[in-house]
């Protein structure tokens, strides 16, 4: 059974910075597009694009939003995609969710629908 489990998340000032992790297990996606999403607080039908990427073929996206100071990265011995977070604002509060691909492609999608696994999501919260 395929899981991806993300951690990390947490409460910080505006300006700091967290690293949230997603572990997964039951297959590797070394091949495979990984992205983190994320839901604000009265989104709650809207998970927006935040960073993905696919090793196959080298690409990484970033959403204009967090262009600069947020990065997307793997561990594949680990199996672990993370995205370290740099300053940080009040806006970034929200659901981080960690998604996966099934297949593998070139592609590095930024709709949540093309993604076939997701994680139960961490809390970020940034204070001003």
């Known amino acids: 059974q395929v899981q991806l489990v993300e951690s990390g998340g947490g409460l910080v000032q505006a300006g700091g910075s967290l690293r949230l992790s997603c572990a997964a297990s039951g297959r590797t996606f070394s091949s495979h597009a990984m992205g983190w999403f994320r839901q604000a607080p009265g989104k709650e039908r809207e998970r927006e694009f935040v960073?993905?990427?696919?090793?196959?073929?080298?690409?990484?996206y970033y959403a204009d939003s967090v262009k600069g100071r947020f990065t997307i990265s793997r561990d594949n011995a680990k199996n672990t995609v993370y995205l370290q977070m740099n300053s940080l604002k009040p806006e970034d509060t929200a659901v981080y969710y960690c998604?996966?691909?099934?297949?593998?492609?070139?592609?590095?999608?930024?709709?949540?629908?093309?993604?076939?696994?997701w994680g139960q999501g961490t809390q970020v919260t940034v204070s001003s």
């Open positions: 960073a993905a990427t696919n090793w196959n073929v080298g690409s990484t």
């Open positions: 998604a996966a691909r099934g297949t593998i492609s070139t592609i590095v999608p930024r709709a949540g629908r093309a993604y076939d696994y």
